[in-house]
């Protein structure tokens, strides 16, 4: 007869080994964004299902009884116990999310995916270049270099909004606004009545930055078209195609790269990616013309 | 390795005892006629068929079509996520050597790093006793795949049919305790038997009906040089089903999804999945990066000859030829194969040649050119007034580049 606590450690061993077996969290607190995207807060029941990552990876929500979804993280792992889920409304699963109210449960597993070269981007100048809910894995990023004071250089942030009522995060855009760590600027498709900020693509700000190519990364996410429009652009301007790095949004249902959905050219986006620098892309995209 | 010899008479009181606790699973034929490997409920009144190739393979009993992962509870404190018990030993017996090799890839797959909990619970117990074929079937090319028609490993056991007996060879050693523990079904091996085996797998090898270059195809994905009128001739033709991937011993792809029981009660299950699908890569929002039947053909089929030969070095496809029979539109790998090397080479060569000329003189890139093929193939106009059009190169540049090949007189 095995000893009790043994007993429960092998219990937890046999679940662990399991990677598809979720960990409960319960919602602590619910942000509004926008009208259709909230950034919930997180926290594991079972504080010892708590684990580290770094920013660019995503874990697989689970709302039980409507599903999984891959989730990037949008908190930094500086700030809490906790972790943050920053999600738009878009389909069934993330729709049973909307509709739920903190203290309600949910469940993750993970993390799971290649972060953003958090070390090799030390003491660069940060240029994030952001697209509606694309905002979400770079706001990781760039509390994570906030609260590592000093270690990265200037942080700049062009984000791009549907119109001026879609622009999400507005707490973290003034928070980076007021303490100046980041030089934030916005721009909307559609302006409204009394908008007097810029109106038109993301890449339009892009014009009014000097960029230092020999000492500056760039950080992309937001819809396809943007990414491609700000890879040119970039590009043009003679950002190395490595120092471009990007995050994939694919549909996957696994994460571990066992379910076969996210496979690209050889590739799985959950295990190889999602953050890819541009150079790597163009590889691997360009193996088979 | 053992080798030993198993009389026909002795398969039965054999089987009884090795799979005395376990389940046995062997190809049985049904009443619609059908041969499937099925769970044998009793060895007595069950009459085992290896007379044919079954019509699945073998996949199911280590990654069934339907699969639950876990039950989930939900009440005011949270959920209880019970996982379910998925192991138990396994004998499966008669397996042809197209669907042991794809056991083989199975486990690549879902024993990497992290292993499939649910595949590894099933497939650690399991006994795999195959038969190497002394007569490919129709639509077979297992010869091509490097997977068949008799396998060197993989196997515990594998028979060879010699007609009232089978030569039984081990593979390793598990097979050697079998062999062991029940030396009283088992004879050893004159030289008569090894002769007539050996002149049986002779044989086989030189019975395939059909010749699928495999490796040729693989060269021709390699080389960029598949035409994209394959892909698009292919998904006109391709309705999306799904069939070749059910059928499929390799295809191990799967979708996850929640199942309620009550309201306060489910599962997780999941199931097989098929990169034909229009939804298998569609996103919430509906934005879909593989959108046209033709990217996901060209997906499927490089992934088979072009990926997985890459990572691997053979290929994803174990040449089985089910799914030659079961495409009502002859959207099969076979066919796919058929087609890139039977491409003509003509005005495609031409091209190719003008084409890696501007390449090797840095004019255009590899991905420009295959464009201007695509182009090419679906206008008919001359190569080299693509390029042109496409504002890539002058009439100048081609003119430079083919001076300085060709030979004057």
Same mark, same amino acid.
Do not use: Q, W
């Given at each position: 007869m095995m000893e009790t606590g043994t007993m429960r450690e092998s219990m937890r061993n046999a679940v662990t080994d399991n990677v598809f077996m979720p960990n409960e969290t319960v919602i602590s607190e619910i942000i509004e964004e926008n009208s259709t995207i909230r950034t919930y807060t997180l926290r594991f +029941?079972?504080?010892?299902?708590a684990f580290s990552f770094l920013p660019g990876q995503f874990v697989m929500l689970s709302v039980p009884g409507h599903g999984e979804a891959p989730i990037s993280i949008s908190?930094?792992? +500086?700030? +809490?116990d906790a972790i943050q889920l920053s999600v738009r409304r878009a389909g069934r699963l993330t729709s049973a999310l909307h509709s739920m109210k903190a203290g309600e449960y949910v469940a993750v597993r993970g993390p799971y995916g290649v972060p953003f070269p958090v070390d090799e981007l030390k003491g660069r100048d940060l240029l994030f270049v952001a697209g509606g809910i694309g905002l979400a894995p770079l706001r990781s990023l760039i509390n994570y270099c906030r609260a590592k004071?000093?270690?990265?250089?200037k942080i700049t942030l062009c984000y791009g909004s549907r119109s001026p009522s879609d622009i999400a995060f507005k707490n973290d855009l003034d928070a980076w606004q007021a303490d100046g760590s980041v030089d934030v600027r916005l721009t909307v498709d559609v302006p409204e009545r009394g908008w007097q900020g810029r109106t038109g693509?993301? +890449?339009?700000?892009?014009?009014?930055l000097t960029i230092n190519n020999s000492n500056s990364s760039a950080l992309l996410c937001g819809p396809p078209v943007m990414i491609d429009a700000v890879i040119s652009k970039l590009k043009e301007s003679g950002m190395d195609s490595e120092q471009i790095i990007t995050t994939l949004e694919r549909n996957m249902?696994?994460?571990?790269?066992?379910?076969?959905?996210?496979?690209?050219e050889g590739v799985l986006i959950c295990k190889d990616g999602p953050v890819f620098n541009v150079r790597t892309l163009e590889n691997i995209m360009g193996a088979t013309g | 390795m053992e080798k030993n010899i198993l009389k026909k008479d002795h398969v039965r009181p054999f089987l009884r005892k090795l799979a005395r606790n376990s389940r046995l699973i062997a190809p049985l034929r049904t009443s619609h006629g059908d041969l499937l490997y099925q769970e044998i409920e009793s060895i007595d009144s069950s009459e085992i068929d290896l007379s044919e190739q079954p019509q699945?393979?073998?996949k199911q009993f280590l990654f069934p079509q339907q699969e639950q992962l876990f039950t989930y509870q939900s009440t005011s404190n949270g959920f209880t996520f019970s996982p379910r018990k998925s192991g138990m030993p396994t004998v499966l017996f008669g397996l042809r050597s197209c669907d042991i090799s794809a056991i083989l890839y199975m486990d690549v797959i879902f024993l990497?790093?992290?292993?499939?909990h649910y595949y590894l619970q099933k497939r650690k117990d399991t006994i795999i006793i195959g038969i190497g074929c002394n007569e490919p079937w129709d639509n077979c090319f297992c010869n091509a795949t490097r997977?068949?028609?008799?396998?060197?490993?993989?196997?515990?056991l594998q028979l060879t049919d010699l007609g009232d007996r089978f030569y039984v060879e081990s593979g390793r050693a598990v097979g050697d305790e079998i062999l062991k523990k029940w030396p009283q079904f088992f004879s050893p091996v004159t030289d008569e038997d090894e002769k007539l085996r050996y002149q049986l797998m002779l044989e086989a090898r030189s019975g395939f009906k059909r010749h699928v270059h495999v490796e040729t195809a693989f060269q021709k994905i390699a080389d960029n040089s598949v035409s994209p009128s394959v892909w698009e001739h292919l998904a006109r033709r391709?309705?999306?089903?799904g069939g070749c991937a059910y059928i499929c011993?390799?295809?191990t792809c799967f979708t996850i999804f929640d199942r309620p029981l009550s309201p306060h009660t489910g599962e997780r299950l999941r199931t097989w999945d098929a990169?034909?699908?229009?939804?298998?890569?569609?996103m919430a929002g509906g934005?879909?990066?593989?959108?046209t039947a033709t990217d996901r053909l060209k997906r499927r089929f490089m992934h088979k000859l072009y990926f997985d030969y890459k990572q691997f070095?053979?290929?994803?496809?174990?040449?089985?030829g089910r799914c030659v029979g079961i495409c009502f539109g002859g959207v099969d790998i076979a066919m796919f194969v058929d087609m890139v090397c039977a491409e003509k080479r003509d005005q495609r060569q031409n091209a190719t040649v003008i084409g890696d000329l501007l390449i090797e003189a840095g004019l255009i890139t590899r991905k420009q050119l295959y464009k201007a093929l695509e182009k090419r193939d679906r206008t008919g106009m001359p190569l080299g007034n693509i390029l042109m059009e496409m504002g890539i190169v002058t009439k100048e540049d081609i003119a430079n580049c083919l001076a300085d090949k060709v030979e004057r007189p």
């Open positions: +029941t079972d504080r010892a299902a908190s930094s792992p +500086t700030s +809490t004071n000093g270690e990265y250089g693509l993301v +890449t339009t700000l892009l014009d009014d249902k696994c994460g571990v790269g066992l379910c076969g959905h996210c496979h690209m | 699945e393979s073998a990497r790093s992290p292993r499939d997977t068949g028609p008799f396998l060197e490993i993989g196997f515990d391709c309705d999306g089903c011993p390799t295809c990169c034909t699908h229009d939804g298998f890569t569609r934005h879909n990066p593989v959108n070095n053979r290929p994803g496809c174990v040449g089985c």
